[in-house]
């Protein structure tokens, strides 16, 4: 039996899907070699909470684009992206 056009197509999306699913809010292991990225967070896809205190978790900025929301991006890079502004890091309690 031949697969059909729509089979495969609902296949390759699922696929897309699960792995879209897996890779998000992942934090980097090494927090070091990566910056805070404002400004570019895509809406529900920012990686922990507001800078300005609005909500404390990750996936729940409510726009694309906010000044305040952020994602890491590898260090170096966030002023590479239109719009991306590096945010500040706290300092590690210790």
């Known amino acids: ?23 998000a ?3 980097p292991d090494n927090p ?3 910056e805070k990225c ?10 922990c909470g507001a800078l300005d205190g609005a ?7 409510p726009r694309d684009n906010l000044d305040t929301e952020w994602v890491y991006v590898p260090a170096g890079t966030c002023t590479k992206i239109t719009g991306g502004v590096v945010a500040k ?3 590690a309690k210790g």
């Open 55 to 61: 909500h404390g978790c990750a996936g729940q900025a």
């Open 1 to 23: 039996m031949r697969p059909t056009t729509t089979s495969i197509l609902t296949a390759t999306i699922a696929g897309i899907a699960t792995l879209g699913a897996s890779q």
């Open 38 to 47: 404002a400004g570019v967070a895509k809406a529900g896809r920012n990686d």
């Open 25 to 27: 809010f992942a934090v």
């Open 32 to 34: 070091k070699a990566w």
């Open 89 to 91: 890091t706290k300092p």
